[in-house]
């Protein structure tokens, strides 16, 4: 149980496009979302934590308007990139919670962003 | 604000050799949690443990174990008898009570050499 799933895994897009990433809980209602970043051969960084049907809370020095992040749903998170640039290639690692009170967060497998 | 501190960047041993890494977290709260992930080079991320703050019975699971010392802040992974499979980046973390987020290290890189 508690499978988190992120679609798609790799992404290649061009500069000035925009690539929305996917993150799913599979079997299990998820209250929380979290948005890491990881850098190569960095430490994952936390973007922004979404509660569904609220909007998104980020921390500081993530551009909201860059990261577009939408939990619609109990099973679904997004996350778009506007206006993509070589800068925002990383790793992008989705999480999810079932409860507010549950310290188990379940990381998905991660989205390999390439800028070109 | 919530701190976690790996200081060590790169370790490699020789296959069945231990190795330990180290974590020192730093936390205003009472009620905290700690965490251990492994990173293999596919970049899922792998949960190895959770402990919280009033747990500090020490853990052994197979070939891996853990030392929680709260007088010292520290929450330490020893992997004995390394093998190949355990090459990865390990991340200890840490969130605290009423707040969900997670606070990374910036991690340890593995090479256990065969």
């Known amino acids: 149980g508690a499978v988190v799933s992120q679609h798609p895994s790799r992404v290649i897009c061009k500069s000035g496009t925009s690539v929305k990433i996917e993150c799913r809980s599979l079997d299990f209602q998820a209250t929380t979302m979290f948005w890491y970043r990881q850098f190569p051969k960095q430490s994952l960084m936390l973007m922004a934590t979404s509660n569904e049907g609220s909007k998104a809370t980020y921390e500081q020095g993530v551009e909201k308007d860059k990261f577009l992040i939408n939990h619609a749903s109990l099973t679904l998170s997004t996350l778009t990139v506007t206006s993509a640039h070589p800068e925002d290639s990383s790793f992008y690692i989705c999480s999810a919670t079932p409860g507010p009170r549950d310290y188990e967060q379940y990381f998905g497998p991660g989205t390999r962003l390439t800028v070109t | 604000a919530q701190k976690v501190t790996q200081a060590q960047t790169e370790i490699s041993v020789v296959e069945k050799e231990d190795v330990t890494l180290d974590c020192v977290y730093e936390?205003?709260?009472?009620?905290?949690?700690l965490f251990w992930y492994k990173q293999p080079p596919s970049g899922e991320l792998v949960f190895l443990i959770r402990r919280n703050s009033f747990d500090e019975q020490n853990e052994i699971s197979g070939r891996y174990s853990w030392n929680f010392q709260k007088s010292t802040s520290s929450f330490n992974f020893t992997i004995t008898a390394s093998q190949v499979v355990d090459s990865a980046v390990y991340f200890c973390a840490l969130s605290e009570e009423g707040n969900n987020r997670l606070a990374f290290g910036k991690g340890n890189q593995v090479v256990v050499i065969p």
């Open positions: 936390t205003r709260d009472t009620t905290y949690y």
